[in-house]
């Protein structure tokens, strides 16, 4: 059953008359006609008797009449809430983004969001996953985004999308040292210099929970160098001062170009969950509908 076919009806059966109803609905004739047509077929039934002067109402018509103004009615309703659903969410919305997710992952959404709920003020700030649950507890954010669990059991956290981690060499430092070979030992991996991000990062949790769990030590990593952005440790790795451990999102046109090349470490996967975590029992309209709106366009 067509929705604009029963509003023809409706109104045509109110007025039984299909030159007003034209009129009314800004239609031609014909196409009040066609429209009311149309939907008798799909009901296969008659739902007016027609002569030269009026039209009236079968028992069909009747029936379907007593039903459509509660459907009409609870369309127009629907769309009413939704209208006002969407101009009441206003306010402030801080967003505490990990690097990672503020740079490479968030971004993309920002807009989307900001089209649909034009009255929400929103700022997003960088911190590592350590400072934002800080931020959290003392209400300076509002909801956070972060690359690993937490165990803060007054904070609500939930996965909303899957990353993978990978490790990276320049193409100098690469040809150089491993003849074409893209799969190193566990063993290997602790002689190999590394840039890693700062204690802390969301990042560098994962890289030690995930040799943890495959039974090596991540303080016999071989660390050279610690830095606070993506963008430089890419940048200190392209220079050929050693390898990283970074989001593939962050490095996907570095490794098209064939500036960077990646490697894989024998017999592990470096995957991990990007998080939001928030206050829920403090959680505001703004925020509810920014985590809402993620979740639904990262199924």
């Known amino acids: 059953m067509n929705f604009e076919h029963l509003k023809v009806f409706y109104t045509a059966a109110n007025k039984k008359n299909f030159s007003e109803t034209a009129k009314i609905l800004h239609l031609s004739q014909p196409s009040v006609s066609s429209q009311i047509r149309q939907l008798e077929e799909s009901l296969n039934v008659s739902l007016f008797r027609r002569t030269t002067k009026k039209v009236s109402l079968t028992a069909e018509g009747k029936l379907l009449y007593q039903y459509a103004g509660k459907i009409l009615e609870l369309v127009n309703q629907t769309k009413k809430e939704i209208d006002l659903l969407s101009q009441s969410v206003h306010g402030e919305l801080i967003i505490g983004a990990s690097l990672t997710t503020g740079e490479y992952f968030l971004p993309y959404f920002l807009g989307q969001y900001k089209q649909e709920y034009p009255h929400v003020d929103l700022t997003m700030k960088i911190y590592n996953s350590e400072q934002i649950i800080e931020k959290l507890e003392n209400e300076e954010i509002n909801v956070g985004f972060i690359e690993s669990m937490i165990s803060y059991s007054h904070l609500h956290q939930e996965a909303i999308m899957d990353d993978e981690l990978v490790m990276v060499a320049s193409k100098q430092w690469f040809d150089s040292s491993f003849d074409e070979e893209e799969t190193i030992t566990p ?27 495959n039974d090596l030590n991540p303080s016999k990593l071989n660390i050279i160098l610690e830095l606070e952005s993506t963008e430089s440790i890419k940048s200190a790795v392209e220079s050929g001062m050693g390898i990283s451990i970074i989001s593939k999102s962050a490095v996907q046109k570095e490794m098209k170009l064939g500036i960077l090349k990646a490697l894989r470490i024998k017999g592990i996967r470096l995957k991990r969950y990007f998080y939001a975590v928030y206050n829920d029992q ?5 925020s509810e509908s920014f985590v809402s709106f993620i979740k639904e366009n990262t199924k």
């Open 187 to 213: 063993e290997e991996l602790f002689s190999l210099p590394i840039i890693m991000r700062e204690q802390g990062s969301g990042t560098r949790q994962v890289v030690e929970e995930n040799l943890r769990r």
């Open 282 to 286: 403090n959680l505001s309209l703004p």
